[in-house]
């Protein structure tokens, strides 16, 4: 399927936002945090605190830094942090921020999203928590995320990076799909009557096919438009449209940073028809793992947590590093 119409479904028309009735109440109630992650922190990095969802911050193993797409927040992740953290890789620890300009992150110059920047928050975040770090590191984004994390990696920053994983993101059909992403936020409700709603929209527009997800996900993207305007409606809470300027800079030369990043390498896609050339070569030179999740939607990691997650730990498993003791000779044998 094209990248476009698997995205952003640029052949259709978006729904309209629908009235909640009392039949789906129960399904359209938002979920909490808590639910999925231990804690909720506020990280200073720069001009900017951030909002950071956490679970397992005292463990010892791995740890999985989970960068969410334009538009998104770090609950996308929920459903995969709780199984993850739930599965086997209970000793793990799992990190998802709000990006600047999303979610309850909060600052100056909070539209300012170019990747450079969008590197360096992400970057400052881990150092922050993660001082003098020696656990195996593994990044993980999705959409615009996998451009980030792609960055970082490639810029050497972090050490221990053991694993690099881009979730549904090629340079290629990105890049194609600039032109028709302003078409899609102009026919997407500008706003809705209420939480409910724009949870509803998003399931029964096929935004996100996993309603648990959606529930928990959704009212992280939305705000209260008397904020904004004054009406007593939710409208969205990351405005896409100014940073189009952006755009390009995100997807631009992602394919080359992927390939060529020092770490391990992951790539999640809903189907192999988005591999670009430079991909299709080095998926063949084995540069890189794929694995295929046809089922799901653009936003694969709400869609199939539980098969996100099982590949995430799958990945560093058999990726991470291993500590071979020294052997030192025994003095009383010599």
């Given at each position: 399927?094209?990248?476009?119409?698997?995205?952003?479904?640029?052949?259709?028309?978006p729904l309209p936002p629908p009235e909640?009735?009392?039949?789906?109440?129960?399904?359209?109630?938002?979920?909490?945090?808590?639910?999925?992650?231990?804690?909720?922190?506020?990280?200073?990095?720069?001009?900017?605190?951030?909002?950071?969802?956490?679970?397992?911050?005292?463990?010892?193993?791995?740890?999985?830094?989970?960068?969410?797409g334009a538009g998104h927040s770090g609950?996308?992740?929920?459903?995969?942090?709780?199984?993850?953290?739930?599965?086997?890789?209970?000793?793990?620890?799992?990190?998802?921020?709000?990006?600047?300009?999303?979610?309850?992150?909060?600052?100056?110059?909070?539209?300012?999203?170019?990747?450079?920047?969008?590197?360096?928050?992400?970057?400052?975040?881990?150092?922050?928590?993660?001082?003098?770090?020696?656990?195996?590191?593994?990044?993980?984004?999705?959409?615009?995320?996998?451009?980030?994390?792609?960055?970082?990696?490639?810029?050497?920053?972090?050490?221990?990076?053991?694993?690099?994983?881009?979730?549904?993101?090629?340079?290629?059909?990105?890049?194609?799909?600039?032109?028709?992403?302003?078409?899609?936020?102009?026919?997407?409700?500008?706003?809705?009557?209420?939480?409910?709603?724009?949870?509803?929209?998003?399931?029964?527009?096929?935004?996100?096919?996993?309603?648990?997800?959606?529930?928990?996900?959704?009212?992280?993207?939305?705000?209260?438009?008397?904020?904004?305007?004054?009406?007593?409606?939710?409208?969205?809470?990351?405005?896409?449209?100014?940073?189009?300027?952006?755009?390009?800079?995100?997807?631009?030369?992602?394919?080359?940073?992927?390939?060529?990043?020092?770490?391990?390498?992951?790539?999640?896609?809903?189907?192999?028809?988005?591999?670009?050339?430079?991909?299709?070569?080095?998926?063949?030179?084995?540069?890189?793992?794929?694995?295929?999740?046809?089922?799901?939607?653009?936003?694969?990691?709400?869609?199939?947590?539980?098969?996100?997650?099982?590949?995430?730990?799958?990945?560093?498993?058999?990726?991470?590093?291993?500590?071979?003791?020294?052997?030192?000779?025994?003095?009383?044998?010599?």
């Open positions: 399927m094209d990248f476009r119409q698997h995205i952003f479904k640029a052949h259709n028309i909640s009735t009392a039949d789906d109440t129960e399904q359209l109630t938002p979920l909490k945090w808590s639910g999925y992650f231990e804690s909720q922190q506020a990280i200073a990095v720069g001009d900017t605190t951030f909002n950071v969802y956490s679970s397992g911050l005292s463990n010892t193993g791995p740890i999985f830094v989970l960068h969410h609950l996308t992740f929920g459903l995969v942090a709780r199984h993850i953290l739930t599965g086997s890789a209970s000793n793990c620890t799992v990190v998802a921020p709000d990006a600047r300009d999303h979610g309850s992150t909060t600052g100056a110059n909070q539209h300012h999203l170019s990747l450079e920047r969008l590197v360096d928050d992400f970057v400052g975040i881990i150092q922050t928590m993660f001082p003098n770090n020696t656990r195996d590191l593994v990044l993980v984004g999705h959409s615009m995320g996998g451009a980030v994390v792609a960055h970082a990696a490639a810029s050497k920053r972090l050490g221990n990076v053991t694993g690099l994983i881009l979730i549904d993101i090629v340079e290629g059909s990105a890049m194609d799909s600039l032109s028709s992403i302003p078409a899609f936020i102009n026919a997407r409700p500008k706003s809705f009557t209420s939480v409910k709603s724009a949870i509803k929209w998003h399931i029964e527009s096929g935004a996100i096919q996993n309603t648990e997800s959606a529930q928990l996900s959704v009212p992280t993207l939305v705000v209260p438009a008397a904020k904004y305007d004054g009406s007593p409606s939710w409208t969205w809470r990351t405005q896409l449209l100014p940073t189009e300027e952006y755009w390009h800079g995100w997807y631009s030369g992602l394919s080359k940073t992927f390939v060529s990043a020092p770490t391990a390498k992951l790539l999640v896609l809903a189907g192999t028809d988005r591999l670009d050339k430079e991909l299709l070569i080095a998926q063949m030179q084995g540069k890189f793992q794929l694995e295929l999740l046809p089922a799901a939607g653009h936003t694969i990691q709400e869609d199939l947590p539980n098969r996100v997650g099982d590949a995430i730990v799958s990945f560093w498993r058999r990726n991470q590093r291993v500590n071979i003791p020294i052997r030192r000779p025994d003095p009383h044998l010599s």
